[in-house]
């Protein structure tokens, strides 16, 4: 054989290996396209077309992109992730004819997996039902999350859901931290935190609650530092109902609810920089402690109630 034949197939073969991918690898990143297929493998040229699809397919602290707009549909995170739509319209729509929940974080304690962290960015997550049903709300909640040690939730809108928008329902410690985050019209609450063992350490920024009967509830053992916050068209805006919860707020406004605050028994809410009015009642202590450490405005409610407490400014 010429001598330039064989050094091209020598070549060629040895290429083939180097790219050669067994079919049930794991890699990162992966894609989703509205145009994509779960049989493909999820690279960017070849995307799948849903996020469960793509998860089986993404490695432990991979990153699942959207590489246009589209409807990615529920999925249950069992490992460390990233999902990141920013830039595209990206969706879930968690209705259907039989509700479910848009995001549930379940990541099991692994070796494999110490860190067991979602960052979910860029995504507009709805429970409305289907056509028939238009305008019902069916889904469950928007984001669950059962077990993982951190989730982090950017640049994201959640609504239309018949229970929560984001629920903390963990039996062990969990950090949340919402950052840009808006929360509308869900028949529960918009953000409910509680734990059967350990405690939820939450983390807002800009993070607005609208058209919820409760819209942040602090239910189980819970420390929050809130800042950037709005409530308004909540029944109660803020909520503490468990003993020892510690919720810190600055620059937060509750408005236009019928409850702006409320502490419970044993639990404690400090507050600046913050505005409450246009409330039927402003501030509910209900035997817990509600904190004003300076330049707050308690003014224009129907019943304005009364701090507990007032720390001087220094």
Known sequence: MHRNTMSALILASATTAL??????????????SGNGSDGDPCSRFLPCKTFAGALLKTSINGEISCADGGGYGPVTINKSVTIDCTGTYASILAGGAVGTTGVTVNIAS?????????????????????????GTRTGIDGI???QASSV?????????????GVEVAASANVNLTLDNVLIRNNNLSGVTLATSGGQVIA???????????LGVSAAGLTRANL???????????????????????????????????????????????????QNATGLSASGGSIVSMADNSLTGNTTDGTFTNTVPKL
Do not use: C, Y
């Open 19 to 32: 790219f050669a991918v067994p079919a049930n690898a794991q890699s990162t990143p992966t894609w989703v």
């Open 110 to 134: 692994s070796a494999d997996d110490p860190h067991r962290s979602v960052r979910i960015r860029g995504l507009s997550i709805n429970g409305t039902g289907p056509v028939g049903t238009a």
């Open 144 to 146: 669950r999350v059962v």
């Open 152 to 164: 982090l939730v950017e640049d994201v809108v959640i609504g239309e859901f018949t229970q929560q």
């Open 203 to 213: 983390s807002f920024n800009n993070v607005r609650v609208d058209g919820t009967p």
């Open 227 to 277: 800042r950037n916050v709005t409530l308004a068209h909540n029944a109660i805006g803020l909520r503490t109902s468990n003993t020892d919860n510690i919720v810190n707020v600055d620059n937060m406004k509750v408005s236009f609810s019928t409850t702006g605050v409320q502490s419970s028994a044993g639990s404690t809410i400090r507050i600046a920089n913050s505005t409450i009015t």
